[in-house]
């Protein structure tokens, strides 16, 4: 039986580096709230778009992460070493085609989306600046799949603290313009994430070569390509990059339905989207550990542990997401003061906020249902079900502000309705029993 403490133990370094995460966010939005409304929705926009990229690489790591704990569980400890290899073989060259496919579209596409002309001229040089780090971005995904896999989490929470350190610093200096920088506005904060990136990778690279106990899985010492390995990487990770992608890729057109309601509207929801994200800290731990457990379960031929293990994992989601929602109203006025000193955008977001409580709560309990499927290995089942979601989703919301006219504090339920659709589709799809004995 897979107790609640096991559950915590993977979990809880991977919530401490997404509490730091988080703070990546905070910081840029609280430094480009001193700028105006455009500085903020173009921050919105450019960063959404960047983090729909970033999810074909985040969901090759999901393929990477169900295929480390499999071998593991199964004791195929070379086995490992070289899924590591593989996924860095792939992803480097694929990132280098995403930079310059973005680099060619970006000035092309934007103006097809935004009305705006200030948010768009400020939301492509965001763009132009942070695609910088895709490679870097992707590398460290691979390396947290890696750790999430065998169960060594603590350094992604290092790690991450480390990135936000360096954000901070750079967000202040390059925003602004000092300690002898140019000010740059918010191209400045997406260098700094670039920068905080860069120092990441660093500090993984060094770990995982250095590391005696990594020896075992003889990570980088016999780098042998096998187009097999390849395959299966590929055929596991596939579905869940293109998954994840429509999941970001839609919030990016509800982003862009929003700028439709005004200049002020894509600020707040800014603001919104940081606070949303801060409701959704234990989720990415919690999401990470329910995949990792069934995918073990299921490698030491336990299957029906995962009813358990997602209740379990559910119920910890849950509560945390409330207690973060409790804490936000608590504090809600020191929590405005940090984003913005803008009086009318504190008072809109104030509103918004318990619409968004809603939605999280919604969305986290879906979302944890529906790694339980990804962790299953059937990922083809996932993309499936994202692809119907996302088209729920997206309809909703173009209908909520073009035919319904909802102002913004009703269109964030959008997101609720979102995630309980996937808990739904994946409880079904559970119930079915297919997902048994599944070979990764």
Same mark, same amino acid.
């Given at each position: 039986?897979?107790?609640?403490?096991?559950?915590?133990?993977?979990?809880?370094?991977?919530?401490?580096?997404?509490?730091?995460?988080?703070?990546?966010?905070?910081?840029?939005?609280?430094?480009?709230?001193?700028?105006?409304?455009?500085?903020?929705?173009?921050?919105?926009?450019?960063?959404? +778009?960047?983090?729909?990229?970033?999810?074909?690489?985040?969901?090759?790591?999901?393929?990477? %992460?169900?295929? *480390?704990?499999?071998?593991?569980?199964?004791?195929?400890?070379?086995?490992?070493?070289?899924?590591?290899?593989?996924?860095?073989?792939?992803?480097?060259?694929?990132?280098?085609?995403?930079?310059?496919?973005?680099?060619?579209?970006?000035?092309?596409?934007?103006?097809?989306?935004? %009305?705006?002309?200030?948010?768009? !001229?400020?939301?492509?040089?965001?763009?132009?600046?942070?695609?910088?780090?895709?490679?870097?971005?992707?590398?460290?995904?691979?390396? %947290?799949?890696?750790?999430?896999?065998?169960?060594?989490?603590?350094?992604?929470?290092?790690?991450?603290?480390?990135?936000?350190?360096?954000?901070?610093?750079?967000?202040?200096?390059?925003?602004?313009?000092?300690?002898?920088?140019?000010?740059?506005?918010?191209?400045? /904060?997406?260098?700094?994430?670039?920068?905080?990136?860069?120092?990441?990778? +660093?500090?993984?690279?060094?770990?995982?070569?250095?590391?005696?106990?990594?020896?075992?899985?003889?990570?980088?010492?016999?780098?042998?390509?096998?187009?097999?390995?390849?395959? %299966?990487?590929?055929?596991?990770?596939?579905? !869940?990059?293109?998954?994840?992608?429509?999941?970001?890729?839609?919030?990016?057109?509800?982003?862009?339905?929003?700028?439709?309601?005004?200049?002020? !509207?894509?600020?707040?929801?800014?603001?919104?989207?940081?606070?949303?994200?801060?409701?959704?800290?234990?989720?990415?731990?919690?999401?990470?550990? *329910?995949?990792?457990?069934?995918?073990?379960?299921?490698?030491?031929?336990?299957?029906?542990?995962?009813?358990?293990?997602?209740?379990?994992?559910?119920?910890?989601?849950?509560?945390?997401?409330?207690?973060?929602?409790?804490?936000?109203?608590?504090?809600?006025?020191?929590?405005?003061?940090?984003?913005?000193?803008?009086?009318?955008?504190?008072?809109?977001?104030?509103?918004?906020?318990?619409?968004?409580?809603?939605? /999280?709560?919604?969305?986290? *309990?879906?979302?944890?249902?529906?790694?339980?499927?990804?962790?299953?290995?059937?990922?083809?089942?996932?993309?499936?079900?994202?692809?119907?979601?996302?088209?729920?989703?997206?309809?909703?919301?173009?209908?909520?502000?073009?035919?319904?006219?909802?102002?913004?504090?009703?269109?964030?339920?959008?997101?609720?309705?979102?995630?309980?659709?996937?808990?739904?589709? !994946?409880?079904?799809?559970?119930?079915?029993?297919?997902?048994?004995?599944?070979?990764?």
């Amino acid at each position: 039986m897979i107790k609640f403490r096991r559950i915590w133990r993977i979990a809880y370094p991977i919530v401490i580096g997404n509490i730091a995460q988080n703070l990546l966010g905070i910081t840029d939005t609280a430094f480009i709230g001193r700028l105006d409304a455009v500085a903020l929705g173009a921050a919105a926009l450019g960063n959404v +778009f960047y983090i729909a990229v970033m999810m074909l690489g985040f969901g090759f790591s999901i393929g990477i %992460q169900i295929i *480390v704990a499999r071998r593991y569980a199964e004791g195929r400890y070379s086995d490992v070493g070289n899924v590591l290899h593989h996924a860095l073989l792939f992803l480097a060259p694929f990132a280098l085609l995403i930079f310059i496919l973005l680099k060619i579209s970006n000035k092309e596409i934007l103006p097809l989306l935004i %009305q705006s002309p200030e948010v768009l !001229a400020s939301t492509s040089g965001f763009i132009d600046m942070r695609i910088l780090g895709i490679l870097f971005g992707y590398i460290i995904y691979v390396f %947290q799949a890696f750790l999430i896999g065998i169960a060594r989490t603590k350094l992604i929470s290092y790690v991450t603290i480390l990135m936000v350190a360096v954000n901070i610093l750079f967000d202040w200096a390059l925003i602004f313009g000092y300690a002898g920088f140019e000010a740059m506005g918010v191209e400045g /904060a997406a260098l700094a994430s670039v920068i905080s990136e860069i120092s990441a990778v +660093f500090v993984y690279a060094i770990y995982i070569y250095r590391k005696k106990t990594m020896r075992i899985y003889r990570i980088f010492s016999s780098i042998h390509y096998s187009m097999r390995m390849m395959l %299966q990487l590929l055929k596991i990770s596939f579905p !869940a990059s293109l998954q994840n992608f429509l999941s970001v890729a839609s919030w990016f057109i509800f982003f862009i339905m929003v700028e439709k309601l005004g200049e002020e !509207a894509l600020a707040v929801s800014n603001i919104g989207r940081s606070i949303y994200m801060l409701y959704l800290i234990p989720l990415w731990g919690f999401s990470s550990a *329910v995949n990792s457990l069934v995918s073990y379960s299921i490698g030491c031929r336990k299957p029906m542990l995962i009813y358990p293990i997602m209740g379990k994992v559910v119920l910890l989601t849950a509560v945390s997401i409330l207690l973060l929602e409790l804490l936000s109203f608590l504090f809600s006025g020191t929590v405005m003061s940090i984003y913005t000193n803008i009086p009318e955008l504190q008072e809109l977001t104030l509103h918004i906020m318990p619409t968004m409580c809603l939605s /999280a709560l919604g969305f986290g *309990v879906g979302f944890i249902c529906f790694n339980t499927v990804s962790g299953t290995g059937n990922t083809h089942i996932s993309l499936y079900i994202e692809m119907i979601a996302t088209c729920v989703y997206l309809a909703i919301t173009i209908l909520a502000v073009e035919s319904w006219r909802w102002g913004i504090v009703w269109v964030w339920l959008v997101d609720g309705i979102y995630g309980l659709f996937m808990m739904l589709a !994946a409880l079904i799809y559970l119930k079915t029993g297919k997902w048994m004995n599944r070979k990764v």
